[in-house]
């Protein structure tokens, strides 16, 4: 299964080659205390293996620690760790780490109908087989949210990506989903989903870009209107 490659046992020889030390010596000189061990020891669908060294500082006085199959993190005024590994850990980890948007994790892996996905200060990462590893932001997800989730929108497709307008200025965000789009107002803030062949068309006519401009709701049933006779009385 793709998901379970090794990402982060292979950052090992760069981090090896750093400090000095031979890549092949995994026997680094390290303790795990505090709230590290507690995190070593909780049920997770991976093997953490041995620390590779000690606790060291963290983005906004956060706390990290570093083994052969995983990174922890500790948030600024958090009594837990979390470990990253895998293909989560590894975007979280390109993406910078607790220092990206996302910031420190809130979670470990947590599965789904497809996939799994880890939640962050900030949003989330969703995997799956089909689209692989992904980051959604809050505002983003709580629109997701409005639409039953996978359920209804399905998974998170592609990255977020900037919409520009013609003189090159960003205008906005949208992101890709299985049935359908996410779209962001840069200037409003406010976040709202097309779908279906009034989304399709949107886009294809330009999107944000078009003369129609941002969404200003989502997709809304829309019903006839009736007035029924009434019987009277003779």
């Known amino acids: 299964w793709p998901y379970w490659e090794p990402e982060l046992h292979e ?11 031979d890549a092949g010596d995994l026997a680094a000189e390290c303790t795990v205390d505090g709230v590290f061990a507690e995190a070593v020891e909780r049920s997770r669908g991976t093997d953490v293996g041995e620390c590779i060294s000690n606790v060291y500082a963290g983005p906004d006085g956060g706390e990290i620690q570093d083994f052969e199959g995983a990174r922890f993190f500790r ?4 009594d837990t760790a979390y470990a990253q590994w895998g293909r989560t850990g590894a975007l979280y980890s390109s993406m910078g780490g607790a220092s990206s948007w996302l ?6 892996e947590e599965s ?8 962050y200060e900030h949003g989330r ?4 087989g089909e689209y692989g590893a992904v980051a959604v932001r809050d505002d983003v997800i709580a629109a997701w949210e409005r639409k ?4 209804g929108f399905g998974y998170p497709v592609s990255a977020e990506v900037d919409i520009q307008d013609a003189d090159g200025k960003v205008i906005g965000q949208s992101q890709r989903f299985e049935r359908g789009t996410i779209i962001r107002n840069r200037a409003s803030g406010e976040v709202f989903c097309v779908q279906g062949l009034i989304g399709d068309r949107y886009l294809e006519l330009g999107g944000p870009v078009s003369v129609l401009g941002f969404p200003v709701r989502d ?11 009434t019987t009277e009385r003779v």
């Open 11 to 21: 950052m090992w020889p760069m981090i090896a080659e750093k400090w000095g030390i």
């Open 112 to 119: 789904l109908s497809k996939g799994v996905y880890v939640r």
């Open 148 to 151: 039953n989730w996978e359920h």
């Open 219 to 229: 997709e809304a049933v829309s019903y006839t209107h009736l007035t029924l006779p």
């Open 103 to 108: 910031g420190y994790p809130v979670s470990e």
């Open 75 to 78: 948030a600024p005024d958090s």
């Open 125 to 128: 990462i969703h995997w799956t």
